[in-house]
């Protein structure tokens, strides 16, 4: 309980300290982009503490962090001061302070929503706080190392002797929450699982709430409580709505579609672990871990029907799941990128000269930031921003070939400067993404679409066919911008399948579903396309409503705000249309991690732009026929709310907490609790300086490299397909797993001594999971090493080099 007070009270000490910074980027925000000033916060504090640890100016500590914050509060003094304003800010706290009175209740609802989400998800990891399968134990292991190194770049806790070498800005903010509050590692994690979703509550209510105001201050004026709550649903629809799934999984489980008939439509849906009977009838739930199907809505058979997984999650997944993974930390940072671009949008004539725009050193910082966090949605929302800059100066400009140079030269300094800013990260990044692939044979149908994304296809529809309906002649165009799309990826997913086919990893790819030719296979290939069109049709669809609207900007059709909204609708169909004719190369081998980056993204973006629809559809509807649409959102969000209620229960035993052992927020309880001996162990291993371990090495996903993981302290290698996947390959890996048995089981202590050498090894570890992995020959270790630490079943010898 203390340590989430703690946390509360510093991060509205960070946020109170950004906001005039925050004030005067989103000056046209109504709310003075009073929800995004933690968000800012926080990513200004970490920017500071990372580069200048970086750089040597001083250390990865808790004085660190504390002159960290105090340089962030001189950056912002400084830069409000100095902002080109053509006026004086000669006290900009007293500023502050009048626009916080004049606009108290905008600023209560925001930071009501931020406590109340924080609190709310705090107490969900209390629940189940144990960091234990999936990606957790790797995103601790980051975590306790930042927290334990000293300069910068961190150690890799997996692979000792190396920096982290992945998108770990998260991480570090996670770090330095932590190093701040004196808060464990295994209680920061789910700490920072609980303060982003609630950074992400506070930002999507922002921008709804914002852009339903149109630019329109509140100072002085009565605002509604209608006006207040109405932009709740931006948050709902991003962080507490589901796809269809739980839905389904309730039909199925009362019988419906299998009582009175064969399970046909089950059956033709054809969604794994609900396209069989249900063992029982009327029985809840209907099997462990149900709510895990969610994530794999999507189904990839390929030509001869074998299965290949692809990832689907969505936020309220992610935040069920509670693993800590880069595309869950970004989401808030994401949120400020569309902030961002929004504020771009929305400013008044008189840009000043590139170098000179404040904007663009915060899109730098911003951007940079987000390519730290999650290198996926940098080019996102640098796509974003820049088509936001686009339509800014053709508003003011007009159309001409000046505006598209001058752009140019913005788009130019602007990721120049962002990846200069971040120039360290770069520097020690290698990353296993290596160019564009063909989706030749794995169409995606309509139905699973639909499943996906219906809580906010349902209002993205609705409000852009009001759109249409009033903007009459603009639908020919939103289909001939898809068409000519939905072409040119097609004739570029064909040529990158021919280049392929003339490689062996192609050839193999076509013989294995039993063709001699390339195109033979593509003309399997678009039989498929054509039985599964309704995939197509949809997102075809999302995007011609998005297109339509967006070409009447030129026209003067549609005001800025309206133009935004359609623009996120635009890049996220773009992004779900991609992935059916191109993806990434990486270890995977096929869609399965675009499909995950881009349909997330996806979400986001439309989680905004149906909010707003929602409100103004209802807003907009006259008659007698009103109700309707009302009607038709309550429904759909309806059907996207049972997988949020259904599953919270199931995941975190919140029916029964009462009977819980224990409530607690240390990730590491579970471990305490069940092997005490080994929990001891890493408690003095976590007082240690650090030191370079050495423990059993065993699969992903699994209790190995748990003495490193939870202690923070570097091994020689911990889950080496992971370390594969970060490093592009084995190379630095090298025969560690196979020097570590050796250490472990050959009788020869000179042989022994020379691995223990040659690695730096400081501690060795023997525990009950290292004599299961190993024959351990102990003697050695007992005839030549000190005992440095021992209690029950483990032994940690240590090696004086």
Request: net charge neutral; hydrophobic share 50%; glycine share 10%.
């Amino acid at each position: 309980m203390g340590s989430f007070f703690a946390w509360y009270l510093l991060i509205t000490l960070i946020g109170l300290i950004a906001f005039p910074l925050v004030n005067r980027m989103f000056e046209k925000f109504a709310d003075g982009g009073y929800g995004f000033s933690k968000i800012a916060g926080l990513l200004g504090v970490s920017y500071i503490h990372w580069i200048l640890v970086t750089l040597g100016a001083y250390t990865n500590t808790l004085g660190g962090v504390y002159l960290s914050v105090i340089l962030f509060a001189g950056v912002v003094f400084v830069i409000t001061n100095l902002w080109p304003k053509g006026d004086t800010w000669e006290n900009s706290w007293v500023k502050i302070r009048t626009f916080v009175v004049a606009n108290q209740r905008v600023v209560g609802a925001s930071e009501l929503l931020f406590f109340a989400a924080f609190a709310f998800w705090a107490f969900m990891r209390a629940l189940n706080p144990e960091v234990s399968g999936t990606e957790k134990p790797m995103e601790l292991a980051f975590i306790n190392s930042i927290i334990k190194s000293a300069v910068f770049p961190p150690s890799d806790p997996w692979l000792s002797g190396y920096a982290i070498s992945y998108y770990y800005f998260g991480y570090v903010m996670a770090g330095i929450l932590a190093l701040a509050t004196k808060t464990p590692g295994s209680v920061a994690f789910n700490l920072m699982l609980a303060m982003v979703t609630a950074m992400a509550v506070a930002g999507s209510y922002s921008l709804v709430f914002n852009l339903l105001r149109n630019g329109e201050h509140t100072a002085g004026k009565k605002i509604s409580m209608a006006a207040l709550s109405l932009p709740v649903i931006g948050p709902m629809l991003l962080t507490f709505m589901g796809n269809a799934e739980g839905f389904l999984e309730l039909l199925r489980a009362y019988g419906v579609g299998w009582r009175a008939s064969s399970g046909w439509f089950w059956s033709w849906l054809n969604i794994k672990d609900i396209n069989v009977p249900p063992d029982m009838i009327n029985v809840w739930p209907p099997r462990y871990w149900f709510w895990w199907r969610a994530s794999r809505v999507l189904q990839d058979y390929d030509l001869l029907g074998n299965f290949h997984e692809v990832i689907d999650e969505f936020p309220f997944f992610s935040f069920l799941l509670g693993d800590l993974h880069p595309h869950v930390l970004a989401i808030p940072f994401v949120l400020l990128s569309i902030a961002v671009a929004l504020a771009l949008l929305w400013r008044e004539n008189g840009t000043p000269t590139p170098l000179a725009d404040p904007l663009l050193w915060g899109s730098a910082v911003v951007l940079g930031g987000l390519a730290f966090l999650n290198t996926w949605d940098f080019p996102i929302y640098f796509g974003l921003v820049i088509l936001a800059r686009l339509f800014h100066s053709a508003k003011y400009g007009g159309w001409s070939k000046a505006l598209f140079w001058e752009l140019a030269l913005w788009s130019l300094l602007a990721g120049t400067l962002s990846i200069l800013l971040y120039l360290p990260f770069y520097l020690g990044f290698s990353s296993q993404a290596g160019g564009l692939l063909p989706n030749i044979i794995f169409p995606t149908r309509g139905a699973y679409i639909w499943v996906m994304f219906l809580p906010l296809l349902v209002p993205i529809f609705w409000f852009g066919g009001i759109k249409i309906w009033r903007l009459k002649n603009s639908v020919i165009e939103g289909v001939l911008g898809t068409l000519f799309l939905i072409t040119a990826l097609a004739i570029l997913s064909t040529l990158l399948g021919w280049v392929a086919s003339s490689l062996p990893e192609g050839a193999a790819l076509i013989n294995s579903q039993g063709y001699a030719t390339f195109s033979q296979i593509l003309e399997a290939a678009l039989g498929r396309r054509l039985a599964y069109l309704g995939g197509l049709v949809t997102v075809g669809g999302v995007l011609s409503v998005g297109l339509a609207v967006v070409s009447q900007f030129a026209r003067v059709r549609i005001d800025r705000k309206t133009l935004f909204v359609f623009m996120l609708v635009v890049v996220g169909a773009v992004l779900v249309l991609v992935p059916e004719f191109v993806y990434l190369r990486d270890q995977f081998g096929n869609r399965m991690n675009t499909v995950f980056k881009f349909y997330y993204q996806a979400w986001i973006l439309w989680s905004i732009a149906a909010g707003y629809g929602m409100i103004k559809s209802i807003e907009k509807s006259r008659g007698y026929l009103k109700w309707i649409p009302g009607l038709v959102f309550v429904l759909t969000c309806a059907i996207g709310l049972v997988y949020p209620i259904t599953s919270l229960p199931e995941k975190t035993g919140l029916l029964n907490f009462q009977s819980k052992p224990a409530i607690t927020l240390d990730g590491a309880s579970q471990l305490a609790a069940n092997n005490p001996d080994e929990y001891a162990a890493i408690l003095w291993l976590r007082h240690q300086p650090q030191r370079v371990i050495v423990e059993a090495i065993g699969g992903s996903y699994s209790e190995y490299a748990r003495m490193s993981t939870f202690s923070g302290q570097p091994t020689l290698l911990g889950w080496p397909g992971h370390e594969s996947q970060w490093r592009g390959g084995y190379d630095e890996v090298g025969s560690r797993q196979q020097d570590v048995e050796a250490i472990y089981v050959t009788p020869d202590w000179q042989a022994t001594k020379e691995l223990l050498e040659g690695y730096n090894v400081d501690y060795v570890v023997i525990g009950n999971l290292e004599r299961v992995t190993y024959k351990v020959f102990e003697q050695k270790f007992a005839e030549n090493l000190a005992v440095a630490y021992q209690t029950g079943s483990v032994t940690i010898y240590q090696y004086s080099q």
